[in-house]
């Protein structure tokens, strides 16, 4: 029987996009998987654990592109998202996901590592003597798009387009979007796809060292790679690649400033920045929903059934702090040791850059902490971005350490 539920606030309201958990929990008390049609998007909502694992791991919950458009005014945007492989279901997700997956290594990633440390120290270079710095555009911003316009083999001066872009694209796909911004979004989807298009076509003709030309490489060698996949793949790297990784960063500079007393301790035992980084991920989730669609009628845990074509939402967010799950669920703990959180998603689906994000975030955050005060207040100006599906901050202005700008820059080392 489906619950009907009228929450107290919206998803796209202010108050949602600057702390969405008194929501979470308030839906989670009704039900862990709930039916809301109070929303402007009816369907199923979840926050317990438990389930959004099961439905994550489930292939009878299918991915779906965010824009039904039948009216044809968006092409560009559904027919990359139609190819990207964030959208595709078996048996197409699997195949692209292989191929991905054989030039997208373990060892492409490591081999990141000398470039990511560089970029750190340049970047650190660039703060030094201030006293007051924003995480968002002076740190978290350019050291994913310059890693990821290296390995895709982007010009370096046109990586500057990678802000933009994620902003349009994002806002596009999310629960916020209007038909303004769909437009923007479709607009914007034209000029990426026309610049990856004549980005291959000269990798094409001078092949290099990079993702795009090893991509091309597979595709001529007979991979069932077609064209259209492989623009959308370039896009689906530079936008999700980047866009999680900012979102990483600033959130783990964000969740350890508003508690210095743990700030304190990872400052004293550097050891602790694994475990520090998953509660991070687990406390403030750079993707906060995932939607699936039921392929058909299913039960799952708790004895919901799911009719067929019906919308599911999983909470990500929500799920990591269920308390069913995480013992002291709403507090912010970096020696914690229990189940893993579900910020990269689960199953078939799980994200493919996850091992590139936790890499670039580590030295990012390892290399910052020196900078960061472990006292209150610090913080001099916050800004979060207008989106539901994600955990993201337009600006985090900070006070640095006395003291901090002298430092060697050489913390991030392992």
Known sequence: ???????????????????????????????PVYWNESFLYPGWYVTGYEEALEILKNKKFQSRVPIQDASGRYKSLTNVQNNMLLFKNQPDHQRLRKLISDVFTPRMVESCRPSIEKTVEELLEEI??????????????????????GILGVPEEEMYRFKQWSADLLQSADFTRSRRVLKKGEETMAEVSAFFTGLIEERQRQPRNDLISRLIKSQQQGSSLTDDELSATCILLTIAGHETTVNMINNS???????????????????LIDSALEECLRFESPTQ????????DCTINGGYTIKKGEQVYVLLGAANRDP???????QFNIKRKEAPHIAFG???????????????????????????????????????????????????????ENGAADKEASCYKD
């Open 324 to 330: 069913k799950k995480f013992s002291r669920a709403c």
């Open 1 to 31: 029987m489906n619950i009907v539920h009228k929450p107290t606030f919206s998803l796209s309201s202010k108050k949602f996009i600057e702390n969405p958990y008194p929501l979470y929990e308030e839906l989670r008390a009704i039900a």
């Open 346 to 400: 689960s199953g078939s689906h799980f994200c493919l850059g996850a091992p590139l994000a936790r890499l670039e975030a580590k030295a990012a955050v390892k290399a910052l902490i020196p900078y960061l005060p472990d006292r209150q207040p610090v913080i001099t100006d916050i800004q979060w971005r207008r989106l539901t599906g994600f955990r993201a901050l337009k600006k985090l202005s900070i006070t640095l």
């Open 128 to 149: 030094k003597g201030r006293k007051e710095i924003d995480v968002a555009a002076d740190f978290a911003f350019p050291l994913p798009s310059l890693i990821i316009a």
């Open 253 to 271: 500079v964000f969740s350890l400033l508003q508690h210095p007393e743990q700030l304190k301790e990872l400052k004293e035992d550097s050891s």
């Open 289 to 296: 929903m995932v939607a699936r669609t039921a392929s058909e």
